[in-house]
């Protein structure tokens, strides 16, 4: 079965931290793995997935099949990055398995 | 583009009533759709895919009976909490997948805002 492990449930970080959202996947075949985003009274959204190798709003995620990780980093966190990180991944029937998510806060 | 909606924002219900949620995609079509339910501090667990033209695909687990889905159209999918409990006070999020692949990213997933049931 897939399980996506995300260890923490809250990160808090001054502005201008690093920043890196750990996640683990354990699907054995070749995942799609992804980041959604979900801002303070807003729906989820995509912020960004591994097929892509792009950054968005300043975060990236490399996978690493050895580890089974995808980590999301940012090299210097905004206040406005403040919001509820989910880790997902779909598997070989396309089914999003999420994460439990974890708490950003971006103090200034 | 690529919006999908769901109605209602929030229903309180009394225990032993039936509610139905809708999910619909505003500007894209949409074969297939997902019901999720996401308790507080709690990740999203899916319950089932809402296949357009057929019968809807349970997650284990989840009572095919007491969540009645239906997906008459390519913007329409409907669940419907029956005979609701106080413990199926959850909330419920649907999300939409755009098959056209040239147009968003090819298996995205597009996520309503969610509807917060009540049952008292």
């Known amino acids: 079965a897939q399980r996506v492990t995300q260890p923490e449930k809250l990160l808090s970080v001054f502005k201008g931290a690093p920043v890196e959202l750990k996640c683990n996947y354990s699907?054995?075949?070749?995942?799609?793995l992804f980041w959604y985003v979900q801002y303070s009274r807003q729906r989820l959204q995509l912020l960004l997935r591994?097929?892509s190798r792009e950054s968005i709003k300043g975060f990236t995620a490399d996978l690493n099949k050895g580890e089974t990780s995808f980590h999301l980093k940012k090299p210097f966190a905004q206040e406005e990055d403040s919001a509820m990180y989910y880790c997902?991944?779909?598997?070989?029937?396309?089914?999003?398995?999420f994460g439990k998510g974890i708490t950003l806060s971006v103090r200034p | 583009g690529a919006v999908v909606s769901q109605h209602p924002s929030r229903v309180i219900c009394k225990s032993g009533t039936s509610v139905k949620i809708e999910c619909r995609s505003l500007?894209?079509?949409?074969?297939?759709m997902f019901w999720y339910r996401q308790f507080p501090k709690q990740s999203l667990m899916l319950m089932a895919t809402?296949?357009?033209?057929?019968?809807?695909?349970?997650e284990q687990g989840v009572e095919k009976d007491k969540f009645l889905i239906n997906h008459a159209s390519l913007t329409l999918s409907t669940l419907t909490v029956t005979s609701a409990h106080p413990e199926d006070s959850s909330f419920y999020i649907c999300?939409?997948?755009?098959?056209?692949?040239?147009?968003?990213?090819?298996?995205?997933?597009?996520f309503g805002p969610g509807t917060r049931l009540t049952v008292l």
């Open positions: 999300s939409a997948r755009d098959p056209y692949p040239g147009r968003t990213v090819y298996n995205e997933q597009f």
């Open positions: 699907y054995s075949g070749s995942p799609e």
């Open positions: 591994h097929i």
């Open positions: 997902a991944q779909t598997g070989a029937n396309s089914k999003l398995t």
């Open positions: 500007d894209f079509q949409a074969t297939t």
């Open positions: 809402s296949n357009e033209g057929s019968k809807a695909t349970y």
